[in-house]
T-cell receptor, first 116, second 111 residues
Framework: GAVVSQHPSRVICKSGTSVKIECRSL??????MFWYRQFPKKSLMLMAT?????????EQGVEKDKFLINHASLTLSTLTVTSAHPEDSSFYIC????????????FGPGTRLTVT | AQRVTQPEKLLSVFKGAPVELKCNYS??????LFWYVQYSRQRLQLLLR??SRESIKGFTADLNKGETSFHLKKPFAQEEDSAMYYC?????????????FGTGTLLAVQP
């Protein structure tokens, strides 16, 4: 089956630093990847849609300068949280859709970010 | 506005009892609806899609456009069904169409 990986699975960083999270589709190509944020005991909130070779589309209320998204290849998208603050601490999840047009989104295991 | 509502945060049933996880949606177009499941310590995965009209692991869900509902049902719950269940609405068309998730319902099946 289609597998999506995320790296790192957990990261702790200091306030003011930047941290990069990678999302890879391991056995399929994805023109579209999605980045979500999940708050404790709450649902997944879509942050942005990442399109290979073009700029990401951000959801309302998500700061594009703070959450930088790069989708440089058909198998890799990265999310960089810049100048991280404690309120950025969260669980970040990516998903990818197969280039062959499947409706299904395949989810990564998530990355737990803690900003101290 | 596009919205998915799951009114129950927690549903606790005994093994063998019927299960119904409620989902209502708000969408002006023709909706495409999904149920995703997340077992303990595992990633989110697709359970079923309304267009497929299939039964997965004994679960079924029927789209009721009149009531704008897409409730998930299983006649006899099993302990291994314990998980977090999310109802999701796919908004728009094309390759970049996004999913809008409900807040999820934790199903706990007691032995």
């Amino acid at each position: 089956g289609a597998v999506v990986s995320q790296h790192p699975s957990r990261v702790i960083c200091k306030s003011g630093t930047s941290v990069k999270i990678e999302c890879r589709s391991l056995d399929f190509q994805a023109t579209t990847m999605f980045w979500y944020r999940q708050f404790p005991k709450k649902s997944l909130m879509l942050m942005a849609t990442s399109n290979e070779g073009s700029k990401a589309t951000y959801e309302q209320g998500v700061e594009k300068d703070k959450f930088l998204i790069n989708h440089a290849s058909l198998t890799l998208s990265t999310l960089t949280v810049t100048s991280a603050h404690p309120e950025d601490s969260s669980f970040y999840i990516c998903s990818a859709r197969d280039i062959r047009g499947s409706y299904e989104q395949y989810f990564g295991p998530g990355t737990r970010l803690t900003v101290t | 506005a596009q919205r998915v509502t799951q009114p129950e945060k927690l549903l606790s049933v005994f093994k063998g009892a019927p299960v119904e996880l409620k989902c209502n949606y708000s969408y002006s177009g023709s909706p495409e609806l999904f149920w995703y499941v997340q077992y303990s310590r595992q990633r989110l995965q697709l359970l079923l899609r309304h267009i497929s009209r299939e039964s997965i692991k004994g679960f079924t869900a029927d789209l009721n456009k009149g009531e704008t509902s897409f409730h998930l049902k299983k006649p006899f719950a099993q302990e291994e069904d314990s998980a977090m269940y999310y109802c999701a609405l796919q908004a728009g068309g094309g390759a970049t169409n996004k999913l809008i998730f409900g807040t999820g319902t934790l199903l706990a099946v007691q032995p």
